[in-house]
C-alpha cells in the first residue's frame, strides 16, 4: 500500500502483510506529517477454483502482477526518465535528503526500511536505482539489503545502480565504490547536494552498459 505525503509529496509505501484493517496513519520520514492510510478492504471469497489452485498458483499470479506493476509505474508521470528507485536508510534524515535529491533528478523514489521487502521488490527488478547503506547485519542479525546486494546475479547486478551512503566514503570515490561493489559513493554529509556526482555517473554506467550490450549482440550474432 502507497501513499504520498500531504506536505512534501514524498511516496511512503507500507508493506501489505502489515496493513490493518482499520484506518491508521505514519510520520513521513522526511518532513514527519502524518500520513493517513485507509487501511485493508474487506477481501472477497475466493472461488473454489482459487482455493484448489494451491500456493504455486497464488505465488505466480504475484510474480505476474509485480510484473504488471512495474510495466505501468514505468509509463507514469515520473519525471524525463520514470526511472523508480529504492531508498532504504536507517537515518530518517538522510533518507529524506536522498528521496528529495532523486526526486529533483526525475526518479519516483519509495523509502523502506531496511528488511525483507525492499529486497523482495528490489530482486524482483522493480528498482533501477537503491540507495542503502553497510549498516547492520552480522552473526545473528537479519540480512540485510546491502547483503542481499551482493548476491544477485551479474545481470541483474549491471542493470541496477547502487548508491552507498556512510561516513565511511568520500563521494565519487571510484576506488571504494569499487571495493564495496557499488557504482557511486557518498559521504553522510554530501547526500543534500549530490545532484551533480549522481547524475554523472548514472550517465557514465549507462554509456558503459551500453557499450557492453552492443558488444554481446556482436558476438551473439558472429555466433549464430
Request: aromatic residues 4%; proline residues 6%.
Amino acid at each position: 500500500m502507497q501513499s504520498l505525503c500531504p506536505q512534501c509529496g514524498t511516496k511512503i509505501a507500507i508493506d501489505d502483510a502489515k496493513v490493518p484493517d482499520r484506518p491508521f496513519q505514519v510520520k513521513c520520514p522526511k518532513c514527519q506529517t502524518a500520513v493517513k492510510f485507509p487501511g485493508k478492504t474487506a477481501p472477497e471469497a475466493a472461488s473454489p477454483d482459487a482455493q484448489a489452485a494451491g500456493p504455486a498458483s497464488t505465488e505466480e499470479m504475484k510474480v505476474q502482477m509485480m510484473a504488471q506493476l512495474r510495466r505501468e509505474m514505468s509509463l507514469g508521470d515520473g519525471g524525463a526518465s520514470g526511472a523508480r528507485a529504492l531508498v532504504s536508510l536507517s537515518d530518517k534524515a538522510l533518507a529524506g535528503a536522498a528521496t528529495l535529491t532523486l526526486t529533483r533528478q526525475g526518479y519516483q523514489v519509495d523509502t523502506l526500511d531496511e528488511g525483507p521487502e525492499g529486497a523482495r521488490l528490489m530482486e524482483q527488478g522493480l528498482y533501477e536505482l537503491v540507495v542503502t547503506s553497510r549498516a547492520g547485519g552480522g552473526p545473528g542479525k537479519p540480512e540485510t539489503l546491502y547483503q542481499r546486494l551482493s548476491r544477485l546475479n551479474p545481470d541483474a547486478r549491471r542493470r541496477l545502480f547502487v548508491v552507498l551512503v556512510g561516513d565511511e566514503f568520500k563521494t565519487g570515490d571510484g576506488t571504494q565504490a569499487f571495493a564495496c561493489l557499488a557504482d557511486l559513493v557518498v559521504h553522510s554529509k554530501d547526500v543534500p547536494s549530490a545532484d551533480g556526482v549522481l547524475r554523472n555517473t548514472v550517465a557514465e554506467k549507462g554509456r558503459v552498459y551500453q557499450a557492453f550490450l552492443d558488444a554481446r549482440r556482436r558476438h551473439e550474432s558472429a555466433g549464430a
